[in-house]
């Protein structure tokens, strides 16, 4: 079965840190292009960081300096570490794998759940 399945979300105060993970099974975990995405209560869905099978990192300019995107290939688990956490975070956050054929096309895609993570004073 081919599923990725996030873990990590919570309720937190303003300033406090999360950590999320994303355990991938069922695919070539390497082969994968990996992401986190978030949306809120009647936003759309939005990247806010990626990284790819070479790990080439993209963070959206609103959680630069604050999260972290990474991967253990070992594990196959993709993690985003949040810090300096603002109640504007606060989202249900998805875990999302693209594989991309040799001409950079989509070829297969993967999307969890999500978690609930709630910034509240």
């Known amino acids: 079965q081919r599923e990725l399945v996030e873990r990590g979300g919570g309720l937190v105060q303003p300033g406090e840190s999360l950590k999320l993970s994303c355990a991938a099974s069922?695919?070539?975990?390497?082969?994968?292009?990996m992401a986190w995405y978030r949306q809120a209560p009647g936003k759309e869905r939005e990247l806010v960081a990626s990284?790819?099978?070479?790990?080439?990192?993209f963070y959206a300019d609103s959680v630069k300096g604050r999260f972290t995107i990474s991967r253990d290939n070992n594990k196959n688990i993709l993690y985003l570490q949040m810090d300096s956490l603002r109640p504007t975070d606060t989202a249900l956050y998805y875990c999302?794998?693209?594989?991309?054929?040799?001409?950079?096309?989509?070829?297969?895609?993967?999307w969890g759940r999500g978690t609930q993570v709630t910034v509240s004073s």
């Open positions: 990284i790819t099978e070479d790990y080439r990192i």
């Open positions: 999302n794998g693209k594989r991309m054929d040799s001409r950079g096309r989509l070829a297969a895609e993967r």
């Open positions: 069922g695919i070539v975990f390497t082969f994968y292009n």
